[in-house]
Protein backbone atom coordinates (compact mmCIF):
# COMPACT_ATOMS: atom_id res chain seq x y z
CA UNK A 1 0.00 0.00 0.00
CA UNK A 2 1.19 3.52 -0.76
CA UNK A 3 1.80 5.97 1.92
CA UNK A 4 -0.15 8.57 2.18
CA UNK A 5 2.83 10.91 1.38
CA UNK A 6 2.93 9.97 -1.95
CA UNK A 7 -0.87 10.68 -3.56
CA UNK A 8 0.19 14.22 -3.78
CA UNK A 9 2.96 14.04 -6.82
CA UNK A 10 5.81 12.99 -4.06
CA UNK A 11 6.38 9.64 -5.83
CA UNK A 12 8.72 10.47 -8.61
CA UNK A 13 10.92 12.28 -6.16
CA UNK A 14 11.30 9.93 -3.70
CA UNK A 15 11.81 7.04 -6.39
CA UNK A 16 14.52 9.14 -8.25
CA UNK A 17 16.07 10.29 -4.48
CA UNK A 18 15.69 6.53 -3.18
CA UNK A 19 17.65 5.12 -6.50
CA UNK A 20 20.24 7.80 -6.35
CA UNK A 21 21.35 6.28 -2.88
CA UNK A 22 21.05 2.79 -3.87
CA UNK A 23 23.22 3.53 -6.78
CA UNK A 24 25.82 5.34 -4.58
CA UNK A 25 25.63 2.41 -1.62
CA UNK A 26 25.20 -0.27 -4.71
CA UNK A 27 25.94 0.73 -8.23
CA UNK A 28 24.31 0.19 -11.45
CA UNK A 29 24.41 -3.39 -10.97
CA UNK A 30 22.56 -3.04 -7.36
CA UNK A 31 19.79 -1.08 -8.94
CA UNK A 32 16.23 -1.78 -10.04
CA UNK A 33 12.79 -0.94 -9.92
CA UNK A 34 11.92 -3.50 -7.17
CA UNK A 35 14.69 -2.17 -4.61
CA UNK A 36 13.79 1.02 -5.04
CA UNK A 37 9.76 0.14 -4.89
CA UNK A 38 10.91 -1.72 -1.99
CA UNK A 39 12.90 1.16 0.28
CA UNK A 40 10.20 3.49 0.09
CA UNK A 41 8.16 1.82 1.05
CA UNK A 42 4.99 1.45 -1.94
CA UNK A 43 4.15 -1.50 -3.88
CA UNK A 44 6.29 -3.04 -6.80
CA UNK A 45 3.94 -1.79 -9.21
CA UNK A 46 3.78 1.71 -7.75
CA UNK A 47 7.26 3.27 -9.77
CA UNK A 48 5.66 2.13 -13.56
CA UNK A 49 3.53 4.32 -12.62
CA UNK A 50 6.47 7.41 -13.73
CA UNK A 51 9.24 5.14 -14.87
CA UNK A 52 8.63 2.04 -17.73
CA UNK A 53 11.78 0.52 -16.83
CA UNK A 54 15.34 0.70 -15.30
CA UNK A 55 16.54 2.63 -18.25
CA UNK A 56 14.32 5.18 -17.42
CA UNK A 57 14.74 5.73 -13.85
CA UNK A 58 18.73 5.82 -14.70
CA UNK A 59 17.66 8.71 -16.75
CA UNK A 60 15.80 10.55 -14.57
CA UNK A 61 18.88 10.34 -11.80
CA UNK A 62 21.06 11.48 -14.55
CA UNK A 63 18.81 14.12 -15.77
CA UNK A 64 18.44 15.38 -11.88
CA UNK A 65 22.66 15.23 -11.88
CA UNK A 66 22.60 17.57 -15.23
CA UNK A 67 20.69 19.96 -13.78
CA UNK A 68 22.21 20.36 -10.60
CA UNK A 69 25.88 20.27 -11.85
CA UNK A 70 24.20 23.04 -14.53
CA UNK A 71 22.78 25.36 -11.94
CA UNK A 72 26.12 24.66 -9.44
CA UNK A 73 28.57 26.02 -12.17
CA UNK A 74 26.11 28.62 -13.84
CA UNK A 75 25.98 30.08 -10.26
CA UNK A 76 29.92 30.23 -10.16
CA UNK A 77 30.51 31.56 -13.81
CA UNK A 78 27.94 34.64 -13.25
CA UNK A 79 28.91 35.49 -9.94
CA UNK A 80 32.29 35.19 -10.56
CA UNK A 81 33.05 36.28 -14.33
CA UNK A 82 33.75 39.81 -13.26
CA UNK A 83 35.67 39.52 -10.12
CA UNK A 84 38.07 36.73 -10.09
CA UNK A 85 41.10 36.31 -12.10
CA UNK A 86 40.68 32.28 -11.73
CA UNK A 87 37.57 32.17 -13.22
CA UNK A 88 38.37 28.64 -14.58
CA UNK A 89 39.71 27.29 -11.54
CA UNK A 90 36.61 27.89 -9.48
CA UNK A 91 34.38 26.40 -12.12
CA UNK A 92 37.02 23.31 -12.01
CA UNK A 93 37.05 23.33 -8.55
CA UNK A 94 33.17 23.25 -8.10
CA UNK A 95 32.98 20.68 -10.50
CA UNK A 96 35.47 18.55 -8.32
CA UNK A 97 33.47 19.09 -5.34
CA UNK A 98 30.13 18.22 -7.05
CA UNK A 99 31.48 14.87 -8.01
CA UNK A 100 33.21 14.75 -4.73
CA UNK A 101 29.71 15.26 -3.03
CA UNK A 102 28.21 12.63 -4.51
CA UNK A 103 30.63 10.45 -6.69
CA UNK A 104 27.67 7.64 -7.80
CA UNK A 105 25.59 9.89 -8.84
CA UNK A 106 28.63 11.85 -11.06
CA UNK A 107 29.66 8.45 -12.57
CA UNK A 108 26.32 7.60 -13.82
CA UNK A 109 25.77 10.58 -14.71
CA UNK A 110 28.96 10.46 -17.35
CA UNK A 111 29.00 6.53 -17.64
CA UNK A 112 27.39 5.24 -21.01
CA UNK A 113 24.71 3.66 -19.09
CA UNK A 114 21.97 4.95 -21.17
CA UNK A 115 21.30 2.84 -23.86
CA UNK A 116 19.39 5.14 -25.78
CA UNK A 117 19.72 8.63 -25.25
CA UNK A 118 17.74 10.31 -27.64
CA UNK A 119 14.31 7.85 -25.81
CA UNK A 120 14.86 10.58 -23.26
CA UNK A 121 14.50 13.84 -24.54
CA UNK A 122 14.65 15.73 -20.92
CA UNK A 123 18.25 14.47 -20.39
CA UNK A 124 19.57 15.07 -24.08
CA UNK A 125 18.02 18.72 -23.05
CA UNK A 126 19.69 19.02 -19.93
CA UNK A 127 23.47 17.46 -21.15
CA UNK A 128 23.26 20.09 -24.19
CA UNK A 129 22.55 22.56 -22.13
CA UNK A 130 25.72 21.73 -19.63
CA UNK A 131 27.84 21.77 -22.66
CA UNK A 132 26.41 25.62 -24.06
CA UNK A 133 27.59 26.54 -20.86
CA UNK A 134 30.73 24.79 -20.88
CA UNK A 135 31.07 26.64 -24.58
CA UNK A 136 29.86 29.97 -22.68
CA UNK A 137 32.85 29.76 -20.09
CA UNK A 138 35.41 29.05 -22.69
CA UNK A 139 33.99 31.95 -25.08
CA UNK A 140 33.98 34.17 -22.57
CA UNK A 141 37.26 33.17 -21.27
CA UNK A 142 38.62 33.66 -24.90
CA UNK A 143 37.41 37.02 -25.56
CA UNK A 144 38.85 38.30 -21.70
CA UNK A 145 41.87 36.83 -22.54
CA UNK A 146 42.39 34.23 -20.13
CA UNK A 147 42.17 31.24 -22.95
CA UNK A 148 44.37 31.33 -25.94
CA UNK A 149 42.43 31.68 -29.23
CA UNK A 150 41.58 28.42 -31.02
CA UNK A 151 38.37 26.32 -31.91
CA UNK A 152 35.93 26.67 -29.70
CA UNK A 153 34.65 22.99 -29.89
CA UNK A 154 39.00 22.59 -29.72
CA UNK A 155 39.09 24.17 -26.54
CA UNK A 156 36.08 22.67 -24.93
CA UNK A 157 37.36 19.18 -25.59
CA UNK A 158 40.87 19.50 -24.05
CA UNK A 159 39.57 21.68 -20.55
CA UNK A 160 36.67 19.07 -20.05
CA UNK A 161 39.13 16.42 -20.66
CA UNK A 162 41.61 17.17 -17.96
CA UNK A 163 39.37 18.64 -15.46
CA UNK A 164 36.74 15.57 -15.89
CA UNK A 165 39.95 13.02 -16.43
CA UNK A 166 41.82 14.93 -13.01
CA UNK A 167 38.33 14.45 -11.30
CA UNK A 168 38.16 10.88 -11.95
CA UNK A 169 41.21 10.11 -10.80
CA UNK A 170 40.64 11.70 -7.40
CA UNK A 171 37.49 9.77 -7.11
CA UNK A 172 39.51 6.83 -7.93
CA UNK A 173 42.43 7.76 -6.25
CA UNK A 174 44.86 7.06 -8.26
CA UNK A 175 46.81 9.75 -7.60
CA UNK A 176 50.61 8.61 -6.34
CA UNK A 177 50.14 9.41 -2.65
CA UNK A 178 53.35 11.38 -2.63
CA UNK A 179 51.76 13.56 -5.10
CA UNK A 180 48.98 14.18 -2.79
CA UNK A 181 51.25 14.85 0.39
CA UNK A 182 53.66 17.49 -1.99
CA UNK A 183 50.81 20.00 -3.32
CA UNK A 184 47.44 20.69 -2.05
CA UNK A 185 44.82 19.38 -4.62
CA UNK A 186 43.72 22.48 -5.11
CA UNK A 187 46.66 24.32 -6.43
CA UNK A 188 46.87 20.60 -8.57
CA UNK A 189 44.10 21.49 -10.37
CA UNK A 190 45.10 25.08 -10.85
CA UNK A 191 48.03 23.88 -13.03
CA UNK A 192 45.69 21.48 -14.94
CA UNK A 193 43.26 24.39 -16.30
CA UNK A 194 46.28 26.99 -16.49
CA UNK A 195 46.36 28.40 -20.06
Known amino acids: MESDTYHHGNLKKALITTGLEILSEKGIEGLSLRKVARRVGVSHAAPYNHFSDKQALLA ?10 YETLFRIFDSMKHA ?3 ILLEIAWAY ?10 FKLMFSGALDEESK ?6 IASK ?8 IQFCKEDGRLPAEALEIAAIKLWSSVHGFTSLVLEDQFPPEYMQAHQLRELLKAVVSP
Open 60 to 69: AISTEGHKQL
Open 130 to 137: NIALLEAI
Open 84 to 86: SED
Open 96 to 105: LQFAVEDPGR
Open 120 to 125: HPEFVE
